[in-house]
């Protein structure tokens, strides 16, 4: 019975690794892989978020998409002070950054609303208790404990991400909270489709369609991963009803409540680095204490949970490239780096393990170093990974 478990476990897989391109590239502007699934390579071995970094520089006018934002603004903006917006808001930089100049630069009343990752690190509690001492009103929403971990363990074995079923609660939580609350507008950061490299078909809208949010943001739906962890032993007997906390409202009652998601990044040129520099200034944000992130150079994005370094970790297992493939390409499409420093950063950083947070990771999702390895194993590609003298290594790296 526990082989069969075992072997059921091992077979089941995130779909988005069965159809990645067999032969590994690299973007010949950025450092990005053509294994980031959803990106496209053009004929000159340019990939489409620098097509699209180049196309946001040159072709967009931003004074135009000010205005449309300001009409947008206009036409949510509470008269009497009650909440008009909802951001999704970490404390980070980026969301941070938003919900400040929402408030500041368009008279805008924002709730912010955070799903709480799995454990908070230090500084990104305190950054999340700076920024709500900055003047925002906060709604945390936690979901229960024995299931998140559970689900959040399930997410890690199945699919190699065990951020899955945390996406769906950060994606879920901010709607659930505006139509608590009658609020209609909800503003997210930045199209990461776009802008990191996926696809491309939602270039030109200032949000994300409703009926393209479980194709593009989820692996997996939940009454799978409902009856998933019931016959493989993560729960027994969980019910949807247990899972409302990873729950979008029903479609349709989002479009009868007239509620709308929105891009920040569709009306602002979006530059994280810039962010950065904002929510210092005005809503007391900190960058890391301890320096650079493991597996990156950098040191002010996304610190506030001790499990997010197996994220990247995984991402590069199963694509080959890891975070700090992400955070230089990024920055050379902003002209913040050269792509030969940003090659020199991804040999020397990326994929590095984060030793730092590896028992908080085995202890939160409850397993040992044997069963994390294994599974680490099940996700290495053949096409990305070989091995030579009893070590791991890729096929293809930058250069
Ligand atoms: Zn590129």
């Known amino acids: 019975m526990e082989d069969q478990i075992e072997k059921r476990k091992l077979e089941i897989t995130d779909r988005q690794v069965l159809e990645l391109p067999q032969d590994v590239r690299f973007c010949t502007r950025c450092v990005m892989s053509n294994q980031r699934p959803r990106i496209t390579f053009d004929e000159h071995g340019v990939c489409s978020a620098c097509r699209y970094a180049e196309y946001k520089q040159s072709k967009i ?27 999704p808001c970490s404390g980070g930089k980026d969301s941070s950054t938003i919900a400040h100049r929402l408030k500041a630069e368009y008279g805008m009343h924002p709730l912010s609303v955070t799903f709480s990752p799995p454990v908070y690190s230090d500084i990104g509690w305190k950054n999340l208790r700076r920024f709500i001492d900055a003047g925002f ?12 971990r559970a689900l959040t363990r399930l997410s890690f074995e199945l699919y190699g991400d065990h951020n899955e079923i945390f996406d769906r609660g950060q994606m879920s939580a901010p709607f659930r909270v505006a139509a608590q609350h009658g609020i209609r507008l909800v503003m997210y950061g930045e199209n990461g489709e776009a802008e990191y490299g996926g696809s491309s078909n939602y270039n030109e809208c200032p949000g994300l369609p409703w009926d393209a949010f479980e194709k593009v943001y989820y692996s997996e739906n939940l009454d799978k991963i409902c009856s998933l962890a019931n016959e493989l ?69 996304q610190l506030d949970d001790l499990t997010d370094a197996f994220l990247y970790y995984m991402m590069f297992i199963k694509y080959g490239f890891g975070r700090c493939t992400s955070d230089a390409a990024h920055e050379i499409r902003d002209g913040h ?31 040992d170093e044997g069963t994390f390895w294994r599974t680490v194993d099940k996700f290495r590609q053949k096409h990305i990974w070989t091995r030579q003298d009893g070590e791991w290594r890729l096929r293809a790296q930058v250069s």
């Open 61 to 87: 006018d931003w004074d135009a998409r000010r205005r449309e934002f300001i009409a947008l603004c206009d036409r949510f903006r509470s008269k009497d002070g009650s909440y008009d917006v909802v951001v």
């Open 337 to 367: 780096l050269t792509r030969e420093e940003g090659v020199a950063l991804v040999r020397k950083y990326d994929g590095e393990f984060p030793e730092k947070t590896f028992h908080v990771f085995l202890d939160y999702l409850q397993i």
């Open 233 to 301: 032993g993560y729960t027994k007997s969980l019910t949807l009803n247990d899972m409302s906390s990873y729950r979008l409202p029903p479609i349709e009652d989002l479009r009868k409540l007239g509620l709308e998601m929105h891009w920040f990044g569709y009306y602002h040129h979006w530059i994280p680095q810039e962010n950065y520099y904002y929510a210092a200034k005005n809503t007391g944000f900190h960058a890391s204490p301890e320096g650079r992130m493991e597996g990156t150079y950098s040191k002010y994005a």
């Open 137 to 148: 009103d906060h709604v945390l929403v936690s979901p229960r404990g024995d299931v998140n």
